[in-house]
């Protein structure tokens, strides 16, 4: 291991738990594709103080890393990430007051709206079947069922590239379709502030049941993926695209276009991300040819080519 490496983790040890310092742990364990080299280290913070003293240490002595949450919408390639991974699964308080939900980065979306619900809370409802963390979800203003996080968020708190904490307001967030100003600034996410409407609870469960019901049917959860790997294109939906360039539960390797919706690709079995990267590629040579539109990734790809 590098030296340097070595002084990292003998500082960290300071204050995280042995159990939560990983070295060459295998990515495929943390996401949900179950594709991924391994990482050099990966660190689970539990705490505030956990998570911002590992982040100064991190950024203090320029080691590169990568922000985990429940590691949805992304494909690590079979290389591996260079670099300290920084999974906030176990940072995932969640706290109420009166209509304010505050969410570590690490909360998963379904816990929220499952906790916005007991406290009668409304309007978190379209996230209970998104499979990701709050911090993942504010960066990308994720969204489903005609909801996302620009809806919802009052604040968040961040850190930038330097170590500086501050707050961002909804109005200076510059949501877009899956787009922030922490996306684009490359923020970290720490913690935000959730603003809901009291409702009526047997509604509000209504409401995520339905969503629930109607996931199941359309998404294909039996199989590993990413999640919808394209962005919707101006005009169209990139599954009809994909489903009418007759590319329904077309297989290549061990990857496939799931035939339950086209928008997915699924890990049949033991595919590794050389699979799927040729797989999209396929997918966006077809749907130009016979369309001339160019899908964009939803997905983010990370990490390293494998050497052979």
Known sequence: MHGNYERLIYFLKNFLKDENIKISESMKKHTTFNIGGPCDIMIFPESEYEFIKSMKEIIDKKFPYFILGSGSNIIVKDGGIRGIVINLTKFNKISVKENIINAKAGAKLCDISNIACKNSLSGFEFACGIPGTIGGAVTMNAGAYDGEMSHVIHKVKVMD????????????????????????????????????????????????????????????????????????????????????????????????????????????????????????????????????????????????????
């Open 161 to 308: 590239y330097e170590g500086n904490i501050f707050d961002i307001y909804n109005e200076n967030m510059d949501f877009g379709y899956r787009s922030t100003v922490i996306m684009k600034k490359k923020y970290v996410v720490i913690d935000c502030d959730i603003l809901l409407q009291f409702g009526d609870k047997n509604k509000i469960q209504e409401n995520i049941n339905d969503f629930t019901i109607r996931r199941n049917l359309k998404q294909p959860l039996d199989y590993p993926s990413a999640g919808s790997v394209f962005k919707r294109p101006e005009g169209y939906f990139a599954g009809k695209l994909i489903e009418d360039s007759d590319l329904r539960g077309y297989i290549h390797k061990n990857a496939m276009v799931s035939d339950k919706h086209c928008g997915f690709i699924v890990n049949r079995s033991c595919a590794n991300s050389k699979d799927v990267l040729e797989l999209i590629d396929i997918i966006k040579r077809k749907v130009y040819e016979n369309f001339k539109v160019e899908l964009e990734l939803e997905v983010r790809i990370i990490g390293e080519d494998k050497e052979n």
